[in-house]
């Protein structure tokens, strides 16, 4: 991978996530659509992304895959990922804005599978979708919605914070996105589909996984009924696995079936 991140700012777009969509065929690996003003922004679940114009990052990357090695390198393409492995995308994506914060004096941790908490408040949401080809990855989309200078929140948001909530300081967005994505490209290039790549990333998302190991409140959303648990690890798919302290079982959570009492 050889080619360095292309950025493409934008004054107004319905959602990052969807201009790259329709941009995909004309986009090159690792470029980048950042708006200052979404007006449809769109989170995980189906939510929606609230964001003041011109305050925060609202990006989307563009990533393409190879299908081997050798085309990857020549193409300017990532090398190949199985869609078995699609989380990698996920834990590289999550990192490298806890890495990025830690940078300003901002300690994060990931709330699984990729939203960014300080303390018990919000401050960065990912959203990720990924086209397969066969059995691999052909190309993801990465949209990050990360609050960086926005200090009044809607009302209804219920525990959002920035960056300059944690730390009062003024942040420019332009050198904040070309810092983050040199952060990004860094993890791309380390991790993906090098020998023991994924283990060792795998054990760095975990390490930064917001009530790993503690006693705390869940709701299975297959059943509706409330737990205590304590998160143990994730599945070799990226599944969470929550132990329930009270039945003594450790139980496996795809995305969209457990949800987290605050």
């Known amino acids: 991978m050889t080619k360095k991140h292309d950025i493409i700012w934008l004054e107004s777009i319905d959602s990052t996530n969807d201009e790259a969509r329709r941009r995909i065929d004309t986009l090159d690996n690792l470029s980048v659509l950042s708006a200052l003003h979404q007006t449809s922004g769109r989170g995980q679940r189906g939510n929606t992304w609230s964001s003041t114009a011109g305050e925060n990052l609202t990006f989307s990357i563009v990533l393409k895959y190879g299908t081997g090695h050798a085309d990857s390198h020549k193409e300017g393409k990532l090398p190949a990922v199985r869609a078995i492995d699609q989380f ?45 080809r066969e059995n691999l990855l052909s190309s993801s989309i990465i ?90 690890g994730l599945s070799d798919i990226g599944h969470l696995l929550i132990e329930d302290t009270k039945k003594g079982e450790l139980k496996e959570f795809a995305f969209k079936e457990i949800g987290y009492i605050l």
């Open 143 to 232: 949209g990050i919605g990360l609050n960086v200078n926005q200090r009044n929140f809607d009302v209804n948001l219920p525990n959002p914070t920035s960056m300059v909530l944690c730390r009062p300081e003024s942040f420019d967005l332009p050198s904040l996105l070309e810092e983050f994505m040199e952060i990004f490209s860094g993890y791309c290039t380390r991790f993906i589909n090098i020998t023991g790549g994924y283990s060792r990333l795998r054990k760095l998302y975990l390490g930064q996984m917001w009530r790993m190991e503690e006693d705390a409140g869940f709701i299975d959303l297959r059943s509706t009924e409330e737990f205590t648990g304590r998160i143990k």
């Open 88 to 132: 990698i995308i996920s834990e590289i994506a999550a990192l490298s804005v806890v890495d990025c914060l830690s940078s300003h004096g901002i300690s994060a941790q990931i709330k699984w599978p990729n939203d960014i908490y300080v303390g018990n408040k919000k401050l960065c949401g990912i959203l990720i979708e990924h086209s397969v």
